[in-house]
């Protein structure tokens, strides 16, 4: 799981680095917090200080072997430290509570600098240990980093009819929708009948 969800920010750093109206080398050298590369100021520079801070430089390049564009930015941002991209924890090494930790770091961090949509599809087929991760990103996400608040969409799609046979994805569900801290909204959606279906793809 942690390789699929990985996958996913490092499409967004990669988004980072193609949307900043200044190359990050640009900023570099400017007062931290005063950077603005990016036009609502979620700079690749104030996230890798800001995750530097939470979960140390060992995290931070650990995160990095998991996301090239990631890697990316981490060298421009440090210039003067000797990363080659080989330091940090074994990626074979963070699953469980470690790693979780680092994800759900850098989810809180990036959506309180800027609000996040995290979409996942098919939750019907996830295993246990996809769905342990998800489930911590969406409890722990607004817990993590400071006072200030996240703003965290997250979307789980899945098959109704499917999803009997998931008893965890089930009793999250649940959970959820009894929770006075996770706002949950249910929507349902039917299948198209053939002739809309015909039109749509045709």
Same mark, same amino acid.
């Given at each position: %799981? @942690?390789?699929?969800?990985?996958?996913?920010?490092d499409e967004?750093?990669?988004s980072?680095?193609s949307?900043?109206s200044?190359?990050?080398?640009?900023?570099?050298?400017?007062?931290?917090?005063?950077?603005?590369?990016? %036009?609502?100021?979620?700079? =690749?520079?104030?996230?890798c200080?800001?995750?530097?801070g939470?979960?140390?430089?060992?995290?931070?390049?650990?995160?990095?072997?998991?996301?090239?564009s @990631?890697?990316?930015?981490?060298?421009d941002?440090? %210039?003067s430290?000797?990363?080659?991209?080989?330091? *940090? @924890?074994?990626?074979?090494?963070v699953?469980? %509570?470690?790693g +979780?930790?680092?994800f759900?770091t850098? @989810?809180?961090?990036?959506?309180q600098?800027?609000?996040?949509?995290?979409?996942t599809?098919?939750?019907?087929?996830?295993g246990?240990? =996809?769905l342990?991760?998800l489930?911590?990103l969406?409890?722990?996400?607004?817990?993590?980093? *400071?006072?200030?608040? =996240?703003?965290?969409?997250?979307? *789980?799609?899945?098959?109704?009819?499917?999803?009997?046979?998931?008893?965890?994805?089930?009793?999250?569900?649940?959970?959820?929708?009894?929770?006075d801290?996770?706002?949950?909204?249910?929507i349902?959606?039917?299948g198209?009948?053939?002739?809309?279906?015909? +039109?749509?793809? =045709?």
């Amino acid at each position: %799981p @942690l390789s699929v969800i990985a996958l996913g920010f490092d499409e967004f750093f990669a988004s980072c680095i193609s949307l900043c109206s200044n190359d990050v080398t640009a900023v570099k050298n400017a007062p931290l917090g005063t950077q603005r590369c990016c %036009p609502d100021g979620c700079c =690749s520079r104030n996230i890798c200080h800001k995750l530097e801070g939470l979960i140390g430089w060992i995290g931070l390049t650990t995160l990095s072997r998991l996301m090239p564009s @990631l890697r990316r930015i981490i060298k421009d941002v440090y %210039p003067s430290r000797n990363f080659n991209g080989e330091e *940090g @924890l074994d990626t074979n090494n963070v699953r469980g %509570p470690n790693g +979780e930790h680092l994800f759900v770091t850098l @989810l809180d961090v990036l959506s309180q600098l800027r609000p996040v949509l995290f979409f996942t599809d098919d939750l019907q087929f996830a295993g246990d240990a =996809s769905l342990a991760l998800l489930n911590d990103l969406v409890k722990k996400v607004g817990s993590t980093v *400071g006072e200030t608040r =996240s703003s965290l969409l997250f979307v *789980g799609a899945h098959r109704t009819v499917d999803t009997e046979s998931n008893p965890l994805l089930m009793k999250m569900l649940t959970q959820y929708e009894a929770s006075d801290v996770i706002n949950t909204t249910q929507i349902d959606l039917c299948g198209f009948e053939l002739e809309s279906l015909n +039109e749509m793809v =045709s």
